[in-house]
């Protein structure tokens, strides 16, 4: 099976531009990409940074750019979102027994989790115990599962994250997928397999020992997640990419001097 991973939409009130761009302009093409290039995918999943402020007007225009969208998603919450304004306009959305913003939902034989790392007021995240006892009674059920899970937050120096590996470690969560930094990151921490892609707005650059927080306009990214028989595949997809396209085996496309020179497919 397939899905889409995105991240980082940052959709503001009144299709307001950020960073010079507009948030919701962006997460349309990309699911304009979708519909057109990635029909057979099983879901779209949004991990995070929603909208920017986490306000009821941004949340209404995040609903209105996911009319777009022909494929079934889902969302989580990330730094920038607030629950109470996104469970009025999404109450849709399954929320647990403590107020959290977490659930899970199975496709053919694999198991999604989707966490809230959401420490509001704070840019860090937080698993707190309630949210890893949520964890630890979903982690129980369907244990023999292919299991994945999905969080804001990279793990690495999330407060709770110790008891988070802890409980996800051994084979037990085969891929973590997270966002919140604006840039493709692919590994491992503590031997469980995990990535991020980039935003589809703003990205963040990673400069060691700058004071400033320095943001750029890379092209964004969304990861095209192929699961089989248990093997993870992540393709990320540059869907604003408009260079040419040219016949790898073409003499003329070998010899051209410039792009302007390669010949048409
Ligand atoms: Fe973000």
């Not at 290039?37 to 920017?52: A, H, K, R």
């Not at 397999?193 to 320095?214: A, I």
Request: overall charge negative; charged content about 20%; glycine content about 8%.
């Amino acid at each position: 099976m397939r899905f889409i991973h995105i991240t980082d939409m940052h959709i503001t009130a009144d299709r307001r531009p950020l960073y010079g761009l507009s948030p919701h302009d962006r997460l349309a093409a990309a699911f304009e990409c979708i519909n057109r290039d990635f029909t057979d995918i099983s879901f779209v999943m949004m991990t995070g940074d929603l909208v920017n402020r986490g306000t009821i007007p941004e949340y209404e225009g995040l609903r209105e750019v996911l009319k777009v969208l022909d494929a079934p998603y889902y969302l989580l919450l990330g730094n920038h979102d607030r629950r109470e304004a996104f469970c009025e306009i999404f109450p849709q959305v399954p929320v647990d027994g403590n107020g959290f913003v977490q659930f899970d939902f199975t496709v053919e034989d694999n198991r999604f989790i989707v966490m809230d790392t959401l420490d509001e007021g704070k840019t860090t995240g937080l698993i707190c115990r309630q949210r890893l006892d949520w964890l630890a009674g979903q982690l129980e059920s369907q244990a023999e599962m292919d299991t994945y899970l999905f969080i804001h937050h990279p793990p690495l120096r999330l407060e709770g994250g110790e008891e988070l590996s802890e409980m996800i470690g051994a084979g037990r969560v085969k891929h973590l997928f997270f966002g919140h930094l604006h840039r493709p990151l692919h590994g491992s921490w503590k031997g469980i397999p995990m990535s991020s892609q980039f935003s589809t707005l703003h990205q963040f650059v990673y400069k060691f020992g700058s004071k400033v927080m320095q943001g750029s306009h890379e092209p964004p990214i969304f990861g095209a997640v192929n699961l089989v028989a248990g093997n993870v595949v992540i393709n990320p997809h540059s869907y604003l990419d408009d260079s040419p396209i040219f016949n790898l085996r073409s003499k003329s496309a070998q010899n051209a001097a410039s792009p302007e020179d390669l010949p048409p497919l």
